[in-house]
């Protein structure tokens, strides 16, 4: 059964940063393209950022981009989304979701497995 966990979720300050995590089961990410998105209240869900599991292509909403980092650890197969000088516009619940093969750009109606999520409040 193929399950993702998201964490490292919280409160932060306006430039401040986060790590989150996106642990996978089930499946080995390499084979996989792995997506980040949020869904900020009252808005819909967006993209962040998009990176194929073999190390390949990696893209980033513009309103991260220089700001957050996506990245795959194979060891420990966990996905990572670094989050640097975040902004209150950031505050969203950061979902990561997988796609089996390799693209180059992550489509939320393609994913084919999602996590639960994790909160993300930026705030003075």
């Not at 399950?3 to 996106?22: D, I, Y």
């Not at 197969?77 to 000088?85: E, V």
């Not at 093969?101 to 497995?113: I, L």
Request: glycine share 12%; charged share 15%; aromatic share 12%.
């Amino acid at each position: 059964q193929l399950q993702l966990v998201e964490s490292g979720g919280g409160f932060v300050q306006p430039g401040g940063s986060l790590r989150l995590s996106c642990a996978a089961s089930g499946f080995t990410l390499q084979y996989y393209t792995i997506g980040w998105f949020r869904q900020a209240p009252g808005k819909e869900r967006e993209g962040v950022s998009c990176i194929a599991g073999s190390g390949g292509s990696t893209n980033y909403a513009d309103s991260v981009l220089g700001r957050f980092t996506i990245s795959i650890d194979y060891a420990e197969n966990i996905a990572y989304l670094q989050m640097n000088t975040l902004k209150p516009e950031d505050t969203a619940v950061y979902y990561c979701a997988a796609r089996f093969g390799t693209f180059s750009v992550c489509h939320a109606n393609d994913m084919d497995s999602w996590g639960k999520g994790t909160l993300v409040t930026v705030s003075s």
